[in-house]
């Protein structure tokens, strides 16, 4: 069995280490993207607020003027006209105001879906550092353990941790059969 070189302190724990201090920064950015998505479209809903609730002046009822100007014209040539039963006619503002409020329900919709969605990937992001640091804390143990483990095996073979092969003097082959 060949024992890691002390020279270079590279063992299992330090990559987890160093693996470890990498992710919360990728975490953290992920989080910062997320966040700033939905900033930008909680920004952009609000905007979209604000213009429709500027943009909603008077209408202008051109009934009126339509009816007397077709009035005015068969008079002036002389045609008798008859003048039909006005009908109520539905708003054409008020079409627009409800295609607007259908598409403002849409997109608060997505707003919340994009805020739950948020949620959930900052509950699956704190999992996944937690089970990071479970893990890094395993690979821990397990080099220490493997480290006890080679000095325990370096004593009873008498090999040195330096990777020599000398049996101390008080090394007795009959120690194993008992």
């Known amino acids: 069995m060949r024992l890691p070189d002390e020279s270079q302190p590279t063992t299992p724990a330090s990559l987890?280490?160093?693996?470890?201090?990498?992710?919360?920064?990728?975490?953290?950015?992920?989080?910062?993207?997320?966040?700033?998505?939905?900033?930008?479209?909680?920004?952009?809903?609000?905007?979209?607020?604000?213009?429709?609730?500027?943009?909603?002046?008077?209408?202008?009822?051109?009934?009126?003027?339509?009816?007397?100007?077709?009035?005015?014209?068969?008079?002036?040539?002389?045609?008798?006209?008859?003048?039909?039963?006005?009908?109520?006619?539905?708003?054409?503002?008020?079409?627009?105001?409800?295609?607007?409020?259908?598409k403002i329900e849409a997109l608060s919709q997505s707003v919340n879906n994009l805020a739950q969605t948020q949620t959930q990937q900052d509950k699956i992001l704190e999992t996944l550092s937690s089970t990071m640091n479970i893990l890094t804390q395993n690979v821990s143990q397990l080099t220490q353990g493997f480290n006890t483990l080679s000095q325990i095996v370096a004593a009873i073979t008498g090999t040195p941790s330096n990777g020599q092969s000398t049996p101390p003097a008080s090394f007795s082959p009959t120690f194993f059969l008992s």
Not at 16 to 30: F, G, L
Not at 33 to 42: P, S, Y
Not at 53 to 76: D, E, M, R, S, Y
């Open 16 to 102: 987890a280490t160093s693996k470890t201090r990498k992710n919360p920064t990728q975490t953290n950015a992920i989080l910062l993207a997320i966040q700033a998505q939905t900033n930008a479209m909680q920004t952009q809903t609000n905007a979209i607020l604000e213009t429709i609730k500027t943009q909603q002046g008077p209408t202008i009822n051109w009934t009126p003027l339509i009816q007397a100007v077709a009035t005015a014209i068969p008079a002036v040539v002389g045609v008798p006209l008859q003048t039909p039963t006005p009908q109520t006619q539905t708003s054409v503002a008020s079409l627009e105001n409800q295609v607007i409020l259908t």
